[in-house]
């Protein structure tokens, strides 16, 4: 009877710690599982060797051409499956990183700013032999985007933004806070603070297939590990705050499709502001027509009933403006 007793009672701890476990992931997401097959490109920097994320699609029939997906801050490669089908269904080979920082790649602590991303990209592309490219790049991956056509605009053909954040200056109107503040707030990260987030930002009403883009984004913070992805994750907050983009949008001189979520609310910072402050910023039906206009050339594609990732909330209708304007 005793034996039982011990049998049931580790049957019973066990299966309470694999469910636990289940529920936790690492700081390089180790245990979430992407699309397609990952590679790793080593980068020395700073003093450090760390390593850079990426998967690399190559299409059934090629037409020849490459596009690069850059992710927003709150993701990974993981949440661009569709595009891909459908960019590989076109004949693009399709490479997807995972910025430094973020998703598998190394969470180091570095000076992280967009020129730095930016040439951490060309060199991959140029070590996988690429030097033409289409970029598309959503929100924070789209301040990412422009910033390196803006370096190596005889490498892109092409920039495609869906719903960029940085589209109006965070520094004149959100409270400035040091990395030790955003630090201390980003400890707090919790599945309710992340989905009650998602819901109020990113999405005009939730749906259960949204449950998995909170799962990744919480279940980090229950690592023995979340202090050092808090702290990173403070670092890059301060790259997007200090280092804007909206004033040279001017200078782009490459074909630009802006595809724009019209209930788009989004603002870096936003928990920071009062409602006042809330109603006048993050307005992307505002936002996306005068950002067009500072675009030389650019096209503007609207999405009605729509947030901040149309590719997630209206994949049908994005998908088919992706495939008319690639």
């Known amino acids: 009877m005793h034996r039982k007793i011990i049998l049931l009672f580790t049957i019973l701890t066990t299966s309470i710690a694999a469910h636990a476990q289940s529920d936790t992931l690492s700081i390089t997401l180790e245990n979430v599982k992407y699309p397609y097959p990952v590679s790793f490109f080593p980068i020395r920097v700073e003093g450090q060797d760390i390593r850079m994320a ?19 801050k709150n993701f990974g490669g993981y949440y661009w499956t569709n595009v891909i089908q459908t960019l590989t269904a076109k004949g693009y080979r399709v490479i997807v990183p995972d910025q430094i920082g973020f998703g598998k790649s190394s969470k180091a602590f570095i000076h992280y700013s967009f020129h730095q991303l930016a040439r951490f990209n060309k060199n991959l592309l140029d070590t996988l032999g690429i030097q033409k490219i289409t970029i598309l790049g959503h929100s924070m991956g789209g301040m990412l985007a422009t910033r390196f056509t803006l370096m190596y605009p005889e490498r892109v053909e092409k920039l495609l933004l869906e719903d960029p954040i940085g589209l109006e200056d965070y520094r004149t109107f959100v409270p400035y806070q040091s990395a030790e503040e955003d630090y201390k707030a980003e400890l707090k990260t919790s599945a309710e603070s992340v989905k009650k987030y998602y819901q109020n930002s990113y999405f005009t009403s939730w749906k259960p297939e949204y449950d998995y883009l909170v799962k990744i984004g919480s279940g980090v913070s229950k690592s023995a590990d979340f202090p050092r992805y808090a702290k990173v994750a403070a670092l890059t907050f301060e790259m997007i705050y200090e280092q804007p ?40 039906k505002i ?29 049908e209708k994005f998908l088919k403006a992706l495939n008319e304007n690639i």
């Open 54 to 72: 990426y998967m690399d699609i190559k299409p059934a029939n090629t037409n020849g051409k490459t596009v690069i997906l850059f992710h927003g």
């Open 245 to 284: 983009i909206c004033y040279e949008f001017g200078l782009i001189k490459v074909p630009t499709v802006l595809f724009i979520g019209k209930e788009d609310k989004t603002i870096v910072g936003k928990a920071l502001l009062s409602d006042e402050e809330k109603a006048k910023h993050g307005q992307y």
């Open 287 to 315: 936002l996306g027509p005068e950002t067009a206009k500072k675009i030389p050339g650019c096209k503007l594609i609207e999405f009605e009933n729509c947030g901040h990732i149309p590719h997630i909330e209206v994949p």
